[in-house]
T-cell receptor, first 113, second 112 residues
Framework: DVKVTQSSRYLVKRTGEKVFLECVQD?????MFWYRQDPGLGLRLIYF???????EKGDIPEGYSVSREKKERFSLILESASTNQTSMYLC????????????FGDGTRLSIL | SQQGEEDPQALSIQEGENATMNCSYK?????LQWYRQNSGRGLVHLIL?????REKHSGRLRVTLDTSKKSSSLLITASRAADTASYFC????????????FGSGTQLTVLP
């Protein structure tokens, strides 16, 4: 089975801190994704990567950056955390061919105080 | 941007009944996928239907796709309390296999 592991299930940080969310997948997937999920807004794509060192902006990239130095690892960085970034963050991965599903981690519930 | 829109937003049924959820979308798609999310957890892929398919089955799940109406439905037969979850449709509009666009989900509650 595919395993997508997010480093923390729950995280509490303070406004202005630099926050790192880590995601690791074990299936040699080319694509990796970061979403945030808020009540009533569904899943919104922040950034995705289709290869090592490659990244593309999603729908809501402002206030975030990403890093993909190795194929299996995709990091989401909040450069200076703000309270409006309190949310559930979901990482996913997939093969880069048509008609493939995305595989999700269990999410990180991040609270910015 | 949200392309898929699920209907209803919430659905409550008794165990043993069937549950039907609908999804509408706006642009041409390569495939449409359904996912399930238990409370506080990640999404789990349920079923994928390609744009040239009209119906697909997987266990107690039946998915239909009508590309002329830009809509899909997910039917769960003989529902169980363990089916209680949020269900999302997702579309692959570009065919690039690089992005999915998710709807806002249907919250299904199955009462024992």
């Amino acid at each position: 089975d595919v395993k997508v592991t997010q480093s923390s299930r729950y995280l509490v940080k303070r406004t202005g801190e630099k926050v790192f969310l880590e995601c690791v997948q074990d299936m040699d997937h080319e694509n990796m994704f970061w979403y945030r999920q808020d009540p009533g807004l569904g899943l919104r794509l922040i950034y995705f990567s289709y290869d090592v060192k490659m990244k593309e902006k999603g729908d809501i990239p402002e206030g975030y950056s990403v890093s993909r130095e190795k194929k299996e690892r995709f990091s989401l960085i909040l450069e200076s955390a703000s309270t409006n970034q309190t949310s559930m963050y979901l990482c996913a991965s997939s093969f880069s061919v048509r008609n493939q599903p995305q595989h999700f981690g269990d999410g990180t519930r991040l609270s910015i105080l | 941007s949200q392309q898929g829109e699920e209907d209803p937003q919430a659905l409550s049924i008794q165990e043993g009944e069937n549950a039907t959820m609908n999804c509408s979308y706006k642009t041409s798609i390569n495939n449409l996928q359904w996912y399930r999310q238990n409370s506080g957890r990640g999404l789990v892929h349920l079923i994928l239907i390609r744009s040239n398919e009209r119906e697909k089955h997987s266990g107690r799940l039946r998915v239909t796709l009508d590309t002329s109406k830009k809509s899909s439905s997910l039917l769960i037969t003989a529902s169980r309390a363990a089916d209680t979850a949020s269900y999302f449709c997702a579309t692959d509009p570009s065919g690039s296999a690089r992005q999915l666009t998710f709807g806002s989900g249907t919250q299904l509650t199955v009462l024992p």
